[in-house]
Nanobody
Framework: QVLLRESGGGTVPPGGSLRLSCAAS????????IGWFRQAPGKQREGVAA???????TEYSDSVKLRFITSRDAEMTYSLQMNGLKPEDTGTYYC????????????????????WGQGTQVTVSS
């Protein structure tokens, strides 16, 4: 059984930093990627970063590139370091992974991910 659990959300002022963690169980390299997604109130969920299960490949959306870093901290533990946070980064952040039969491409496409955590709230406000 695949389980994902996010932690580390909170409230920070603009320019601040937060580090989110994703604890996974029941996954292997065939799940391909851990994706990081966010959803702001009234908006669609969007992909912001992805990392291969083994940690060797990453991808970022243009909106977070050079500010966010995703890494594999330990076996089945991943993080999203968020620096230079802006008010538009506010939202619920989720980690997700693909099914073993999913495609390798479209790393930030929500439709290619099958397993989701419960989400953690990030608020950037002065």
């Amino acid at each position: 059984q695949v389980l994902l659990r996010e932690s580390g959300g909170g409230t920070v002022p603009p320019g601040g930093s937060l580090r989110l963690s994703c604890a996974a169980s029941g996954i292997n390299v065939n799940n391909k990627y851990i994706g990081w997604f966010r959803q702001a109130p009234g908006k669609q969920r969007e992909g912001v970063a992805a990392i291969s299960i083994g940690g060797g490949t990453t991808e970022y959306s243009d909106s977070v590139k050079l500010r966010f870093i995703t890494s594999r901290d330990a076996e089945m533990t991943y993080s999203l370091q968020m620096n230079g946070l802006k008010p538009e980064d506010t939202g619920t952040y989720y980690c997700a992974t693909k099914s073993t039969s999913a495609e390798w491409n479209r790393r930030l496409d929500i439709n290619t991910y099958s397993y989701w955590g419960q989400g953690t709230q990030v608020t950037v406000s002065s």
